[in-house]
């Protein structure tokens, strides 16, 4: 059974930080990807990074790039998202997805995910 579980979420000052962590299991974890997603009250599920398990290849969104960091440790089948300048706007309750692959093109988008996590919230206090 493919399970995903995030943790790491919580509540933090703006300019703070935090890191999310996605334990996978129930697959070969290096035969797909894991991306992290977000949604907000009221607004659509968003693409925020991606991950290749494989290669290490990574993509993000425009409105985290330079803040946010993803990675992944192969050997605890685990992707992390470090998470600095935080701002208010990042609140949102955040999932990991596993994509069959990552890329430019799709790291917006939520659809290709066929398993998600349980979500983590995060809130960014001004």
């Known amino acids: 059974e493919v399970q995903l579980v995030e943790s790491g979420g919580g509540l933090v000052q703006a300019g703070g930080s935090l890191r999310l962590s996605c334990a996978a299991s129930g697959y070969t974890f290096e035969d797909y990807a894991i991306g992290w997603f977000r949604q907000a009250p009221g607004k659509e599920r968003e693409g925020v990074s991606c991950?290749?398990?494989?290669?290490?290849?990574?993509y993000y969104v425009d409105s985290v790039k330079g803040r946010f960091t993803i990675s992944s440790d192969n050997a605890k089948d685990t992707v992390y998202l470090q998470m600095n300048s935080l701002k208010p706007e990042d609140s949102a309750v955040y999932y990991c997805?596993?994509?069959?692959?990552?890329?430019?093109?799709?790291?917006?988008?939520?659809?290709?995910?066929?398993?998600w996590g349980q979500g983590t919230q995060v809130s960014v206090s001004s």
């Open positions: 997805g596993r994509i069959p692959w990552c890329s430019l093109d799709d790291v917006g988008s939520w659809t290709l995910v066929g398993y």
């Open positions: 991950i290749s398990s494989s290669d290490g290849t990574s």
